[in-house]
């Protein structure tokens, strides 16, 4: 069998990976023009995670990542509202690790390189359409010159993120598209003193005015320093959906964290000290009601655009990697294969997004600025202890990272 994958994102090369992993020769195109560590951070949670220490990339991630000891959801004036251990310090098997996104794309691409050959990445093409054959998929694919080139393989896979190509082939503009939520992020990352134990991650405000920051460098870590990725995010009603990660000015937003300062973090000097800061609204895409069409599939952004709410954006991509590749590898059908692919994913993924509309567990904010905007003597008199583990079990249970049922064998 000869897989063809459209995309070199975190879900592509994953999957590449895990398909090499069951003796299934991958093809992959990639219409940037090289591998490069770009973008600021992202976390991958303990689910994802077993999954990549299965195809034995541990000491590669703890060599550039942070494993995340908490998680702490507090209010605007800096008042916790509720703390959470993660990954191994939460009693899991495996970590959670923050990790600057361009660097775990290198090593996921440096590790399909050496196991797969070099060859096996073709950058600079980009997958324009496709056409189902009675026993193969064409794929016709456009070089950075503007010419075409034409490639068959038995299975198709979309990864190509959340403007996918491929998926609009299936699911024309008009009837799919992007969801805007009324909201704006700003991201950027900047290198300083750490804050808390040097792994903590912090999410403050509520949906309309959040500020999220973690270290994402193992090498800032070993010096004594911490490269902090951040996210401010605010209500912007009228933001063009379709105009993101674009570079931007920081006093956009910056007037409307500047008296968020509190003993372990300076919120104002952080984005001061960042020297690139770029823009993105909120958006996602309606759960589809199909990711197949014949040979043809949809993996991670492409088959399911998440608001990155409930660090889960990566991690449901490492998830479908995994079950995509056990159901090719399964020696049924290749159409049956993929069916059952769907089957399994989509459902799991739809309930997601659509959780993380609902603000997943970041809503404990939002309820706290709701019952109490001035603040708190004791969180307890505002959310109760059981409302608040309540919302934590529930989405995990959800995402699927619930320690109960990942610590379960599978």
Wanted: glycine share 10%; charged share 25%.
């Amino acid at each position: 069998m000869r897989v063809g994958i459209a995309g070199a994102g975190i879900g592509g090369l994953s999957l590449a990976l895990m398909l090499a992993q069951r003796g299934i020769v991958v093809e992959l195109w990639e219409a940037a023009p090289r591998i490069e560590p770009l973008g600021v951070g992202i976390n991958v949670l303990p689910h994802a995670m077993r999954e990549l220490f299965e195809l034995g990339l541990e000491p590669a991630l703890a060599a550039i990542g942070i494993e995340t000891s908490s998680l702490t959801y507090l209010n605007r004036h800096g008042q916790r509202i509720w703390r959470e251990p993660r990954g191994r310090d939460a009693g899991y098997a495996w970590p959670q690790y923050s990790l600057h996104r361009g660097e775990f794309q290198v090593l996921l691409y440096t590790a399909v390189c050496e196991r797969l050959g070099a060859g096996a990445v073709h950058c600079g093409l980009r997958a324009l359409r496709y056409e189902n054959a009675r026993s193969s998929v064409r794929v016709t694919l456009q070089r950075a010159d503007g010419g075409h080139e034409q490639r068959e393989v038995d299975v198709l896979i979309a990864a190509d993120g959340v403007r996918s190509t491929l998926r609009r082939q299936c699911w024309p503009d008009a009837r799919d598209p992007l969801r805007y939520s009324g909201r704006v992020m700003w991201r950027g990352a900047s290198e300083g003193p750490a804050f808390l134990d040097g792994r903590s991650m912090i999410m403050a405000g509520h949906q309309d005015q959040k500020f999220v920051a973690y270290p994402i460098s193992q090498r800032a870590h070993q010096r004594g320093r911490s490269l902090v990725n951040w996210i401010a995010e605010l209500r912007v009603p009228d933001a063009p959906v379709n105009d993101w990660n674009r570079r931007v000015d920081k006093a956009v937003f910056a007037h409307a964290f500047a008296g968020w300062r509190w003993d372990w973090l300076d919120v104002p000097a952080l984005i001061e000290r960042t020297e690139r800061v770029y823009e993105f609204p909120l958006v996602d895409k309606d759960p589809l009601g199909r990711w197949t069409d014949g040979r043809v599939t949809l993996l991670g952004d492409a088959a399911h655009p998440l608001y990155p709410i409930g660090s889960n954006g990566s991690a449901q991509a490492i998830l479908d990697a995994r079950c995509l590749a056990d159901c090719l590898a399964g020696g049924r059908d290749v159409e049956y294969a993929l069916r059952e692919y769907e089957a399994e994913r989509l459902p799991r993924t739809a309930a997601i997004a659509l959780r993380n509309r609902l603000n997943g567990p970041e809503q404990v904010m939002t309820l706290a600025e709701q019952r109490a905007p001035d603040g708190f003597a004791h969180v307890e008199d505002v959310i109760p202890r059981a409302e608040l583990e309540r919302i934590a079990l529930a989405y995990k249970q959800v995402a699927g990272f619930d320690l109960q049922s990942l610590q379960a064998p599978r």
